[in-house]
Structures are given as C-alpha cells and as structure tokens.
C-alpha cells in the first residue's frame, strides 16, 4: 500500500545540533509551558508521535505508560539511553501512516514539531483518530503559515505564497507550514472537537534572543499563548482536541499491562501478533516485524531467508 513520503532523521544529531547547542532555550521552555497547560493530569497510556530523542516525554510524567513512536530508530535509541528501559515507556519504530495499534487504544496522544514533516497531513491525524479511545485527548503543534512575519513578507512582495490561502505551503522539501483553519476542519471532520488553542514562540527572532534575557521573552510569551483563542498569528500554535465521535471499538481495560496486546499487523491489520521474541508474527500474512534492544520496529517486515 503506497504512503506518503517520510521524513527521516536516522542518523541525525537534531537533539544535539538543534535542541541542546543550537541556542533553543526560549522555544523549549514555552512549550514546556503550553504543554502544562494542555496535558491532562493523569492517565493510562499516551502516545508520543514523532518522540524523537524524547526530548519533551519526562513533561507526561501524570500517565501511567507512555508509548515513544518515531519512523528513526536511532532517535528512539537515543530517547532510550536518555530515559532508559523501563516499563513506563515502550519503544516504536513505526511509520505515522500505518501505526502499529489496535484501535481505541490511547487515552492520549501528542504530536508535537512532527506534523509539519506531513505530506498529507489529513491521513495522519485520521490515524490518530482511530487510535484514540472515546473521549481521548490529542495535543498538536503546527508551523503556521499565517504568522506575522509571513504577512508582512507577502505584502511587501517579498514572497510569492500567500499566508491566507487553506493549503499547505512547503518552504523547504517535506517542511510544511498549515493555515489554522485549515487544521481545524481537518480536526473537525474527523471528529475532534477543539478545546483550547495557545499560539507560541512570537519573539523567535535571533537578534531578540541574544539581547534579552531568556527568562523575559519566555514570560511574555507565556502571557501571549492564551491571544490563540481570538487569533492565530505566531510562527507556532498548540491545539488540544478532544476525540468525541465514538465508534465501536476493541479497547482494553485500563490497567493492562501487556504491551503485545497493544500492537496489531500495520500492513493487513490483523491483532493479536504472535511474540517470537525477536519478532512478532502476524498469524494472517505472516508478516514478521522486528524487536531488538527493547524496541519495536514496525517500518518494514523483515525476511528470515536472507
């Protein structure tokens, strides 16, 4: 079944380049912020799409599980050596266009600095959706095409892409910016109802970041995420929805344990898989999918014969 294009960070060192030296403080601390203010407190089982390094996991300390999910496995055996092998967090290598879960599962799910990597960013969250148990929560970040700097560029003809056109624009190859009603019909089609909007990181300028004290431009920004309810013009906006279409569902009681119950076949579908204890097997296609390290590798079957 053809996807999509991924966006793969195998081999990167984006949390080291980017998070840790790449001058990131003030960005890092406002979503740690907006995410306090969005997570539920407590839960079972989250799902952590586009995990990476784990950079933001210890902030969903409130639940129970959390399931780390990114298509790079060297970025969840990043997270890994961070966090470490626990039963807290299981570890999922899986495209986000086919995820590896039974349906109804999640009483949570984040994606946080992912979905601007989506070519089709509808399926995606549809995916999401269907893994969500009824009344789920999902906390989204996207990169804004309406922001400010984006307006005053294209009223000064200095960009040929209008920010107040619906479709995605694709600033740089598998790099997408969204239009905020735009991923609201998307959220509401699928249906999600939208509960709290915040809007982020208006001070992202570099000259800013270096003249004034972090501490000050992560204060007003704080002050500044809750304008997200009457308007959406920072470069970043956080969305919490809540999962209110209810479907018949195969969802397992809180307080289960078992993590091979979690995972059904990503190509035919079929649960539960067959623990080979270096693979699991889908008794339908027969279908193998690796397990090495405490991590789950769901991106490509694998071929014993070769």
Same mark, same amino acid.
């Given at each position: ?17 980017? +998070? &840790? ?42 639940? &129970?599980?959390?399931?780390?999910? &990114? ?27 086919? %995820? ?19 070519? &089709? ?10 893994? %969500? ?52 019909? +998307? ?38 995420? +809750?304008?997200?309810?009457? +308007? ?75």
């Amino acid at each position: 079944m053809a996807t999509p294009p991924i966006c793969d960070y195998e081999g990167s060192d984006y949390q080291t380049s980017f +998070w &840790d030296k790449g001058g990131r403080e003030y960005e890092d601390r406002t979503e740690a912020i907006a995410l306090q203010r969005l997570l539920p407190e407590s839960g079972h089982l989250l799902l952590e799409l586009g995990a990476g390094a784990g950079r933001n996991t210890p902030r969903y300390r409130g639940f &129970d599980r959390i399931v780390l999910l &990114d298509y790079s496995r060297t970025q969840l055996e990043q997270a890994q050596a961070r966090l470490g092998k626990t039963d807290k967090y299981v570890y999922v290598a899986a495209d986000v266009y086919r %995820l590896p879960f039974i349906d109804g599962l999640f009483d949570a799910a984040t994606m946080i600095r992912t979905i601007h990597h989506m070519a &089709d960013a509808p399926k995606a969250l549809g995916q999401v959706q269907k893994v %969500l148990g009824a009344d789920g929560v999902f906390i989204v970040e996207y990169a804004n095409k309406l922001n400010i700097k984006a307006i005053f560029r294209y009223l000064m003809g200095r960009q040929t892409w209008s920010p107040f056109t619906l479709e995605p624009v694709e600033f740089v190859e598998l790099n997408f910016d969204f239009h905020p009603e735009a991923v609201r019909n +998307w959220l509401k089609d699928l249906g999600f109802a939208i509960e709290k909007t915040l809007t982020l990181s208006y001070f992202r300028v570099g000259l800013l970041k270096r003249i004034v004290p972090t501490s000050v431009l992560v204060f007003f920004d704080s002050l500044l995420q +809750w304008t997200g309810a009457w +308007w959406q013009l920072s470069p970043s906006v956080f969305v919490r929805a809540k999962k209110v279409r209810r479907h018949a569902s195969r969802i397992p009681p809180h307080g289960q344990d078992n993590i091979l119950s979690y995972f059904k076949c990503p190509d035919c579908g079929h649960s539960p898989l067959i623990d080979k204890t270096e693979f699991l097997e889908c008794s339908n296609c027969q279908k193998k999918w690796g397990v090495r390290d405490g991590i789950y590798d769901f991106r490509e079957p694998i071929n014993l014969d070769i």
